[in-house]
Structures are given as C-alpha cells and as structure tokens.
C-alpha cells in the first residue's frame, strides 16, 4: 500500500491510471475527481508524516497496489446487513460510513451480528465534516465507479488480493481499563443512555458522571477478551442523559479509562511497525484531545475520523490493515 | 482439525471471560458477543457453540487461535 497526500489533480491521474484507491478528503475536493476504481469519504482533519493537519484542498490517497479486482458496491437500507456479500475469496473490504446518518447507527448497533462479518478484514471508518460545519453540512461517502455521492449508506470496497497476499486488521488503543474506577454497565445497547448501574447500583447516568466530575475526555474502556473497546462520550446532558460517539452494548462491563499522557509521545512508544505499508485511521477526538495538530503519528498517517471500524465501530482507536505474505500468515 | 461442537473446549471458553492474548481480534470480537448472548440466554448455549464452530472451520487463519481456549 501506497499513502500521500495529493493535490485532486495528482490523485485523478491516479485514478486514470487504474489505481485501486480510498481517497479522504473535503466533499470539494472529492467532487472534482474522474470516475474510476476508487471510493471516497468527507474528512479534511489528516494525520500526515509532517505532522496533524487541517486540508480542505488535499486528499489523502491510500493505492491499494496488491489489488487484482476491485469492486465498489453502495449498500442502504435493507441491504446493509449483506455488506459481506460480493467481496472476493482472497480479500478485505474497506467500508465508509456518513457520521450521523442511519447507516452510521444501524452498522454501529447491528454490524457485529452480520453474516460472515468475521470471514474477511472489514476495515474503515467514518466520514466527517470541518467541526466548523457540523449541522449545516453533512459528511458524505463517494462511488468513485459511478460518479455518485451519498450522505446515507455503506460505502464498501471489496478487493481482492493477490494469491500471495493476506490481509489482516488490528488496533492501537492507547486507553485502558482503570480497574481502580467502578464497574458500569447498561441495560439497553444504544449511543444515548439515560441510565447506568454502577457497581450494581442503578443511578441516572448523566447525574452520576457530572457529580464525579469525570474528564469526559476519557471514554469508557470495554475488554472484549483482550482487545479494548471503547465509547466516547459526546455529551452529558443533566437532566436528558448521556450520549457517545459509538453505542455502550448492553450487558457489557465497562470503566472509565486510564489517562494515557501524552497522546503523541505514547503513541510512538506503542506503534510498531512500518505504517507507510498500512491502511490506517485515526480518531478525530485523539487529533483534538492529543492536540495532535503539527505533532506526528510517525509513518502512521491517515485521515482522523468519525469513527473507526475495525469489523465493528470503535472511538479514539488507531485502526490498521496490513497486508502479510500469504505463507508467513499461515505459519505465524 | 477444528473440534466437534460436543468437545468441551466450546463451551468453556464461551461460559468464561478469560483474555485470548495472542489471538486474532475477529475472535476476541464475535467470541465478545456470542459470551455476551449465551449470558443473557443461556439456553442459546448450543446455537452459540455452533456459530463459534463453524467460524474456525470456515476461517483456517483463526485455528491456532483455539489453541488459547
């Protein structure tokens, strides 16, 4: 995999080159691109190898160069629980998904239960806007193959890959249980929440969280055998309730997180590899919160986005796919 | 060779919440949920045993992840 930021002139000779890319960037800048094997998705906050930035005129382009096929499907409605249909033997599938459209929601709330969700990589994330623009412009998602721009559906690319090559998705959660902290559960899965059980004792949640006086920066940090999951809050409203970024799922123990530090010097503690070889995203709250803009995320570079999805949605989570030699996987 | 859904090696990992350190993160997400529906329905116990099954004999990149049960 190849990942640059790009002038839309560079990125559509790309395209008519042939190029299997995932493009990001400001609906502007999308829309004047050609049509060809590409999908697309509104986000102009970028983590660059020169550091966080802003770009409403740039793309950051991801050429997928393993690819043999590719093929963009858009999936709304009905059809978005059969997301995992149409992508290819040997291969991943790359979904984008609009910020607060029902797509968004009904993935976040159902994605997991999808038949064959777990056969394949399903990487991505999803599509924002300039904070600057929230409630008078709405993220978008592209079919470069068509012309078309949605604000509502799956984007997916399904691609497949070279025999000799396997794809494999991982995370980078910088945040971690503070088993300090009290247990919180919830009886309903959903992104807003009224009420909670803290240590078994039923309380209304946003009344809880306000007299604790958490630092809302830190989400809520779920252990799912192993990997942390977690759940941003979006705002704690007294009186109305809580609301995150990605649902709490009932049943799920959860406890609020640890402070990591510093977002970038513990980040280029923890991140191992070659990131220029990745198909990576990061968490726009980690851009905020990290105060990442000018700082590095090393050769971790990507857009900073809504949401991450790594086979389910996530928040505040670097997301990353890999590509292995198909013999070095088996035997790993 | 995936074991048989009458092995007991299914139903111990999905009765307990240990880690798979060192597994893959498709298993530690859908074992995640089929724990979380066998502990709200525990007479689902069986249907979960044979979607976790059918995953590792579909999936040969997740096999070695059954080593950690």
């Known amino acids: 995999m190849k990942n640059s930021m790009m002038t839309p002139a560079e990125a559509a000779a790309r395209i008519d080159a042939g190029a299997v890319l995932v493009i990001a960037g400001s609906e502007e800048a999308l829309s004047h691109l050609p049509k060809g094997r590409w999908i697309g998705g509104t986000s102009v906050y970028f983590m660059t190898e020169t550091g966080g930035r802003i770009d409403r005129e740039n793309l950051f382009v991801t050429e997928l160069d393993a690819a043999q096929e590719a093929r963009p499907v858009h999936y709304q409605g009905e059809d978005l629980p059969s997301l995992t249909m149409g992508r290819y033997d040997n291969g991943l599938s790359v979904i984008l998904l609009p910020a607060f459209s029902k797509a968004h929601e009904e993935f976040a709330l159902h994605g997991a239960e999808y038949p064959g969700l777990f056969d394949q990589p399903v990487m991505g994330w999803v599509t924002g806007v300039h904070l600057d623009d929230l409630g008078r412009v709405t993220p978008k998602v592209f079919d470069g193959s068509r012309g078309l721009v949605f604000e509502d559906g799956a984007m997916v690319l399904h691609v497949a890959l070279r025999a000799d090559r396997v794809a494999d998705i991982d995370i980078l959660n910088l945040f971690e249980q503070d088993m300090d902290g009290q247990e919180i559960t919830f009886s309903e899965s959903g992104f807003k929440v009224r009420m909670a059980h803290v240590d078994g004792a039923e309380v209304d949640f946003a009344d809880w969280v306000t007299a604790q006086g958490l630092d809302t920066r830190l989400p809520l940090v779920a252990n799912y055998a192993g990997a942390l999951v977690n759940a941003s809050f979006q705002s704690v409203t007294p009186g109305e309730g809580v609301a995150f970024y990605a649902p709490v799922v009932a049943g799920t123990s959860y406890r609020i997180a640890r402070s990591p530090g510093d977002y970038a010097t513990i980040f280029a503690e923890r991140a191992k590899g070659d990131g220029r070889q990745e198909l990576s995203c990061n968490c726009i709250l980690n851009f905020l919160y990290g105060e990442m803009e000018s700082k590095s995320t090393g050769s971790f570079t990507g857009p900073a986005t809504f949401g991450e999805i790594a086979y389910i949605l996530l928040n505040q989570t670097m997301v990353r796919l890999q590509l292995h030699a198909a013999q070095a996987a088996a035997v790993a | ?69």
């Open chain 2, 1 to 69: 060779m995936i074991p048989d859904v009458s092995n007991p090696c299914w139903k111990r990992v999905l009765m307990s919440e240990t880690e798979l350190a060192g597994g893959i993160l498709a298993t530690k997400i859908l074992l995640t949920r089929l724990r979380r529906e066998v502990k709200a329905k525990p007479q689902d116990l069986p249907g979960k045993i044979a979607e976790l099954q059918a995953y590792f004999q579909k999936n040969s990149f997740a096999a070695k992840d059954i080593a950690l049960f």
